[in-house]
Every structure is written in structure tokens, then in C-alpha cells.
């Protein structure tokens, strides 16, 4: 079943999705050579309950951490770990989700350590580019196909490919709701968007082939060919008015209205 909230629910999940904005921004800013990401996992845990969210994925099916904190040719689920070392030359997938108030908030972006080799760099600019081309789709009368169809032709009309054995998903008071969303398909398709719908829509892409492998530890995923993938995430209410990107920093509104 999918649930529609009511206009006071959205403004909870706004509050939820505000404090993985401000970690998640928090966090990237402290993404340097030398550092762990199981610095940065204590980091983003201290700060979500200090801004009076819980974490969402810790404990979630038994997964230890905060963050999951993929690195290079993980595409998702990375585990941290005090051992792990960010090199310059990286690429580091942060998600995070909290809850806040019965609701919930998601989020993920992937950044470069230091400088990257351009077609890495690419890569991240056309996972990014992808999941705006996604949230376009997500209007009143559209239908769950068309965001996956955006996301896809932008995706593969840059010769990278899109991971199928992870999909994007409804969210709310649980983590996961329904719809999932893929991030291929044919548009006009699966269930038709409705004012109050929330979607985490989040393109995994691949540099190689979309072939996944999950690692001895249950979790990790890696690319079967162990080249980069990155993944790009928002949790985006569906409204009369259009796209509500519920995860989108405030001060990047700002910034965005001021540039108008």
C-alpha cells in the first residue's frame, strides 16, 4: 500500500530530512586524506542524536553503523571502520538516514578525496545530473516508470550503467515504503504519483558494468568488475506544486532563490 501524508507529516519529514541534510553537509566537509570513515561514522552519530534524531540504519537488520560509507567499487552498504583510510584519489558514497518524530529521512551523495581522475569525476557528475533529471519526473498524474526512465536514458546516454539489484523506495514513518524505484524502465508505467506521495529516489551508477557482487560481510556491494560506481540520493515529496526535495539543504534553497 502506498501512503499519501497529510501536509503535517511532510513538514515532519521536512524536519527529519533537515537533519540528514546538515549532517550529511557536515560530514562531506570533513572528507580529507587521512581520515577514517570510522571518524566520520562517530562523527555523524554524535551530531544526528545531538540534534534529537536517531540514527536509522544502525541496528537496521543488524547493520552496525551510522553511515554506510562506500568506497570506490562499493556501490552501497559500505561498513565503517577505524581501519579504513580515505587516499587521495577515492571516492566515498555517504548514507545516511535518521528518524525524527515518527518520520523518517534519507539521504546520500558521493564525493572525491582530493582530486580524481576526470572520467571518475564524470562519473559523479552524471549520478548527480541523473537524480535531477528523476526528481523532474516527480509530478501529480506521472506515473513511477517516468522517473526511472529519466534516469536511466541520462545514465546510459553517457556510456555508464545503472545497478539493477538496488532500487530506489517510498519513505515515511518506516524506512522503506512502498513504491520501490527503480532506477531503469519505461515510462508510463507502475503506479501513478499522487500529491503527498515521498520517494527516495536514488541512481547507483556504475563506471563499467552493472553487475553487482555483496561481500563476505553481508553487506558491502561491489561491482563485479571492481570499477567505481557512485550513488546519489534524495527524499522528495510529491506535491500540487511540484517537487519538494525534503533532503536539500536549507541554505541551499537560499542560495539557490538568491541566485534568481
Known sequence: MI??????????????NQVVATVRDEVVA??????TTGELDAYAEARVRELGAVPAFK??????????LSLNEEIVHGIPSPQRRLAPGDILGID????????????????????VEPEVARLLAVTEASLQHG????????RVGDISAAVQRHVE???????????GHGIGESLHEEPQVPNFGDPGIGPR?????????????NMGQPGVEVLDDGWTAVTTDRRPSAHFE??????????????????????????H
Not at 157 to 167: E, L, T, Y
Request: net charge negative; charged share 15%; aromatic share 6%.
Open 30 to 35: 570533513r572528507v580529507a586524506p587521512g581520515v
Open 157 to 167: 546516454a553517457q556510456d555508464f550503467s545503472i545497478v539493477r539489484d538496488f532500487v
Open 135 to 142: 526528481i523532474r519526473q516527480c509530478l501529480p498524474g506521472n
Open 193 to 205: 504519483l499522487r500529491p503527498g506521495m515521498v520517494l527516495a529516489i536514488e541512481p547507483m551508477v
Open 234 to 259: 534524495h527524499s522528495v515529496a510529491i506535491t500540487e506544486e511540484g517537487p519538494w526535495v525534503l533532503s536539500l539543504a536549507e541554505q541551499s534553497v537560499a542560495a539557490t532563490t538568491a541566485g
Open 96 to 115: 545516511l538516514g535518521v528518524k525524527l518524530d515518527g518520520y523518517y529521512g534519507d539521504s546520500a551523495t558521493t564525493v572525491p578525496v582530493g582530486t
Open 3 to 16: 501512503i499519501c501524508k497529510s501536509a503535517a507529516e511532510l513538514d515532519l519529514m521536512r524536519a527529519a
Open 59 to 68: 541496528g537496521y537488520r543488524g547493520f552496525p553503523a551510522t553511515l554506510c
